[in-house]
């Protein structure tokens, strides 16, 4: 059985694993027009996904570890950075 915590990290590997594909749609479509914005959406969605993913492979080793709570927070950056681009390109 996952504690409350794993189970969040695998619901949030699970929705940002949806998430990217349109995200990399849009990006593909928009071009260099949107690169700005799209690009950094997709970093945002890949930093969250590796971020809890090594959150799980902490809780099934029974280990503590900062990584997983750096990249979860780096992941903020690309979030801000893809609306400022986003918002640039409307």
Not at 22 to 44: C, D, R
């Amino acid at each position: 059985m996952l504690d409350p915590s794993e189970q969040l990290a695998v619901a949030e590997v699970a929705i940002y694993a949806i998430l990217v594909i349109p995200s990399m749609y849009t990006l593909f479509k928009h071009g260099w027009q949107g690169l700005n914005g799209w690009l950094f959406l997709v970093a945002f969605c890949a930093l969250r996904i590796i971020g809890c993913a090594l959150q799980i492979s902490d809780d099934k080793k029974g280990s503590v570890s900062t990584t997983p709570a750096i990249i979860s927070g780096v992941g903020l950056s690309p979030l801000v950075l893809a609306f400022i681009g986003i918002l640039h390109e409307s």
